[in-house]
């Protein structure tokens, strides 16, 4: 009883200072209940994968090169694309381990 009068008093004090009425979007989602999935987001997700890898043999690349650029030297650049790469399995194994835990058993 306390959370519906803790909600239907948001919606009060909102509907007075705003001067429209509140709809449901302060209705809060039951917690037994997962969260629907979604198909952009999941795509979204999967998509995230396919470009943390480049992404960070690119980050690793530029610094290696400004590194190179700033010490006078010619070989930092295949450092940073070596840990880039490094980095980048790395994420893309924890990002897939926290995807396939995340799914529920069909």
Known sequence: MCEFA???????????????PVKSFLVTQDPK??????ALVS???YSEIGFIIPAAV??????????????????IY???????????????????SALSRDKPDS
């Open 6 to 20: 803790s909600v239907l008093a948001k919606r009060t004090l909102l509907s007075a200072a705003f001067d429209f």
């Open 33 to 38: 209940q997962p969260p629907k999935s979604n």
């Open 43 to 45: 795509a979204a997700r």
């Open 58 to 75: 690119f980050l690793g690349y530029a610094i290696g090169r400004l590194l190179d650029y700033w010490l006078h030297t010619h070989w």
């Open 78 to 96: 295949l450092a940073g694309v070596i840990f880039g790469a490094v980095v980048g399995f790395v994420q893309m194994i924890r990002m897939a």
